[in-house]
């Protein structure tokens, strides 16, 4: 469980290492990526922690996993070993690159497929995202907020406090050398042959700040997915269950014209993602809150805020001070003092946009969202390394 795995601790006290099984299990990195490979599962961090004399330098640390059976390369262990070559032994197959840029075409690009079966794209491609450029602490702090939020629902008391969103260092630490998911917009089924069709993103995209990719966004969409936003360069390919009973999957081609809103595979998923999506009640289910001196509601397009002990009677509106900072923060003064002060706001606001009136000893004001998307949290709470 997440509270057994931080024992008491919020993010940046962990090693790399407990933080790396951490955003693994939050979801933030997935457990194949480059840099996923040198964490180990949350079981074995808890028993490290356990141990009577753990490991405290960082050599004694790496000596500790590998004595264990853990898997460990470290970032420039990783950056000398060369990435999969694209061509070499092994049956050749195509696959699309979609460029954020939306006036660069998409392209056909190949690969050998590894004879032993297996994706060899995330691998192959994972360098392609490397970046040393500096995330913005607000940026990564927005974009994990709504998986740390889901992560701690129904988990134990003080979970969701001593889980706060990793640091922009932290991350960028940990993605080192690039990191690639596979994003699947059709599923291996009975149905398709055991066949599937994924997209190949920048996992650390949206906290890099990279473009949205509006083509890539409408292929999602044909393929039943709707609500993506997917940041940066994409890739698309297959793959299907290997031949000759030996298990596992394979890559197999993708073609540019299969891109067409109207393929087989497109409409196919489209039919089982609907059905998913029905049979889990889909939806849109916004956050909300209670802070006990204000509470909070939103739509896709506007976030209310109902702030209690507003002045009521004769000229109580003169009473009331807002300024929304720049759309970026809410400040709430009655009488001149301040009631609500949150500095960083989940997102941008438009302050001509935005309104509010008096009811009630109730200050209602209505946000009106600079980006159309759902909140995870009313304000953001920084997290420096």
């Known amino acids: 469980m997440l509270d057994d ?17 951490v955003l693994v299990k939050a979801g933030l990195m997935t457990s194949d990526s480059p840099a996923a490979a040198a964490a180990p599962a949350p ?40 990435p999969p070559a694209a061509g070499g032994a092994g049956r050749a197959f195509t696959f699309v690159r979609i460029p954020a840029e939306p006036t660069v075409a998409v392209s056909l690009e190949s690969a050998a ?51 706060r969103a990793p640091s922009a260092e932290t991350v960028q630490k940990l993605a080192a050398g690039g990191a690639c998911e596979a994003y699947p917009l059709a599923q291996p089924s009975a149905a398709n042959g055991w066949v599937g069709v994924r997209l190949y993103i920048d996992e650390v995209g949206a906290l890099r700040s990279r473009p949205r990719n509006a083509r890539a966004e409408a292929l999602a969409l044909a393929a039943g997915l709707s609500g993506l936003a997917i940041h940066g360069d994409v890739y698309v390919s297959r793959c299907a ?23 087989a595979w497109a409409a196919a998923a ?27 509601s939103q739509t896709e397009e506007e976030v209310e805020v109902c702030v209690r002990g507003a002045p009521s009677g004769r000229g109580a509106a003169k009473r009331v001070g807002v300024a929304y900072g720049r759309g970026r923060s809410l400040r709430v003064c009655f009488d001149g003092k301040v009631a609500v002060e949150l500095p960083e706001l ?16 109730v200050l209602a004001l209505t946000l009106e969202k600079a980006d159309a998307r759902p909140w995870a949290t009313l304000a953001l709470e920084l997290t420096k390394a």
């Open 241 to 263: 269950r290997r031949e000759g009973g030996g298990g596992g999957e394979a890559n197999v081609d993708f073609g540019l014209e299969e891109l067409a809103p109207d393929s």
């Open 346 to 361: 989940f997102d941008a606001v438009v302050p001509d946009g935005c309104a509010w009136t008096l009811e009630s000893g």
């Open 5 to 21: 795995l931080l024992q008491g601790r919020d993010l940046d006290s962990l090693t790399d290492d407990e933080k790396m099984a």
């Open 43 to 82: 079981q074995q961090v808890a028993a490290a922690a356990d141990d009577e004399d753990p490991p405290r330098t960082e050599a004694e640390r790496l000596a500790y996993l590998r004595s264990r059976g853990v898997e460990v390369e470290l970032a420039e262990e990783r950056q000398s070993h060369p």
């Open 270 to 296: 489209r039919r089982e993602n609907g059905a998913a999506a029905a049979a889990h009640g889909g939806g849109d289910h916004f956050a909300g809150g209670d802070s006990g001196s204000y509470a909070w």
């Open 113 to 163: 497929a590894p004879s032993g079966g297996g994706d060899v794209l995330p691998g192959l491609l994972a360098p392609r995202f490397a970046d040393d450029g500096v995330m913005d602490d607000a940026t990564v702090a927005r974009e994990t907020a709504g998986r740390l939020r889901n992560m701690v629902a129904g988990g134990a008391p003080g979970a969701a406090e001593a889980l």
